[in-house]
T-cell receptor, first 111, second 112 residues
C-alpha cells in the first residue's frame, strides 16, 4: 500500500531563516505531487505541483520554492522566511487519477 | 471557471442529530466530486467521492449524491457522533494536471 510521509511535524523558525520541508511517498511510481498551505482557520491554498522529476508548477508567486530531486520526493524551501509563511503545510500525491492523498502535515510557526 | 461553494461554518449540532453540509459547484464538462475530512491537527482524508451524475458516494455513515441538475454534492449523515467533529472540504476535479478545486471548508462541532 502507499504511504506518504512529511517531516518535520512541527517547526518553529525565526523570521529571515531558511526553510526546508520534505515529503516522500512510498509504494507508487511517478506520482503527481502537491504542496498546499493552510493558514489558521482557513481553507487550502495550492502552492506547487509536480508531474515528474524536475517539473514544478507554481500557483502562487511568493518567497517559497519547490523541488523534486527524485521521483517520490518533494521539497518545499525558502531562503528567508516571513511571518506570513506561518501555517500548516500539506503534501499530497495522486496516481494520475483525480483522488489526492494527503500526508500528516507540517505545522510551521515563524516568529 | 471552476469553483466550489460550501456553506459557512461552524455548524454546531447535538449528538445523534441529522447532518447536512451543502456544497454546490460550477464546472465545465463532467467533473468528479469529492468530500474530504480533516480532524484537528491532521492532514486531509478522503471521505467519499462520486465520478458521474446520480452516483452516490458513501463511507462511515456519510453519503453524498452527485446532482448535475442542481450542481450540488451535499454531505449527509443520519446520526452524528462527537467523533465526527472536524472540518469538511468539498472539491471537484479540474481535469488539468489532476488539480482539485477546493471549497473553503466547513467546521462541524458535535456536542454530547
Amino acid at each position: 500500500s502507499q504511504t506518504i510521509h512529511q517531516w518535520p511535524a512541527t517547526l518553529v523558525q525565526p523570521v529571515g531563516s531558511p526553510l526546508s520541508l520534505e515529503c516522500t511517498v512510498e509504494g507508487t511510481s511517478n506520482p503527481n505531487l502537491y504542496w498546499y498551505r493552510q493558514a489558521a482557520g482557513r481553507g487550502l491554498q495550492l502552492l506547487f505541483y509536480s508531474v515528474g522529476i524536475g517539473q514544478i508548477s507554481s500557483e502562487v508567486p511568493q518567497n517559497l520554492s519547490a523541488s523534486r530531486p527524485q521521483d517520490r520526493q518533494f521539497i518545499l524551501s525558502s531562503k528567508k522566511l516571513l511571518l506570513s509563511d506561518s501555517g500548516f503545510y500539506l503534501c499530497a500525491w495522486s496516481a494520475g487519477e483525480e483522488t489526492q492523498y494527503f500526508g500528516p502535515g507540517t505545522r510551521l510557526l515563524v516568529l | 471557471g471552476n469553483s466550489v461553494t460550501q456553506m459557512e461554518g461552524p455548524v454546531t449540532l447535538s449528538e445523534e442529530a441529522f447532518l447536512t453540509i451543502n456544497c454546490t459547484y460550477t464546472a465545465t464538462g463532467y467533473p468528479s466530486l469529492f468530500w474530504y475530512v480533516q480532524y484537528p491537527g491532521e492532514g486531509l482524508q478522503l471521505l467519499l467521492k462520486a465520478t458521474k451524475a446520480d452516483d452516490k458516494g458513501s463511507n462511515k455513515g456519510f453519503e453524498a449524491t452527485y446532482r448535475k441538475e442542481t450542481t450540488s454534492f451535499h454531505l449527509e449523515k443520519g446520526s452524528v457522533q462527537v467523533s465526527d467533529s472536524a472540518v469538511y472540504f468539498c472539491a471537484l476535479s479540474a481535469w488539468s494536471n489532476y488539480q482539485l478545486i477546493w471549497g473553503a471548508g466547513t467546521k462541524l462541532i458535535i456536542k454530547p
